[in-house]
């Protein structure tokens, strides 16, 4: 077990997929609180657990990963800002990390590629930040924290996953 702890603290993606794993295992749980707790009463309503139970998941999952999205891109987006505005001095020191969007739309400026982070961007932050919003107003506080003891695993895994590939 602490062989396993201290090879989890020198993850040198730690920084990358931490933050994004709380996140989306928050939001994709806190979606899931409002599906079943808040307007659409699916745990009240006539559906049976057979169409319920799965719609919860998949909303978990999708929320999830889409809070990850939001926040690794955000994450790759400032280290290409921080990139495309340091000086060449500090470059002598510090290089630079290949991103391949700073070579997609080199015209005008090499950082032109970082455009297309943008609708990405609001694209998964519109899909899991919400969800703070609405499933805090409308989930109970017991079942809430069930639910967070859910989704933050869930989030962690998805987002260990998918920081291998980035």
């Known amino acids: 077990m ?6 989890l603290r020198e ?4 920084q990358i997929w931490l933050p ?5 295992g928050s939001s994709g749980a806190l ?16 559906l049976c657990f ?9 909303a978990l999952l999708f929320v999830s990963s889409m809070g990850i999205s939001f926040v690794i891109l955000l994450q790759r987006l400032f ?5 495309t505005m340091r000086p060449l001095s500090v470059s002598m020191y510090e290089p630079a990390e290949p991103l391949i969007e700073m070579e997609v739309v080199a015209w005008p400026h090499p950082g032109c590629g970082l455009l297309i982070y943008i609708p ?20 109970p506080v017991v079942p809430l924290l069930l639910l967070l003891v859910i989704g ?14 980035w």
């Open 50 to 58: 057979v169409i319920t139970g799965p719609l919860a998941i998949l």
């Open 79 to 83: 280290k290409a800002v921080r990139q």
């Open 20 to 24: 994004a794993g709380l996140l989306g």
């Open 120 to 139: 990405m961007i609001l694209l998964s932050g519109g899909a899991s930040l919400p969800w703070f919003w609405f499933g805090i107003r409308h989930t």
């Open 11 to 14: 993850d040198p993606k730690l």
């Open 2 to 7: 602490k062989a396993r702890w201290r090879g």
């Open 31 to 46: 979606a899931v609180g409002w599906l079943l707790w808040g307007p659409p009463r699916l745990l009240n309503s006539s």
């Open 152 to 165: 933050v695993p869930t989030g962690l895994w998805i987002a260990k996953r998918e920081a291998r590939y």
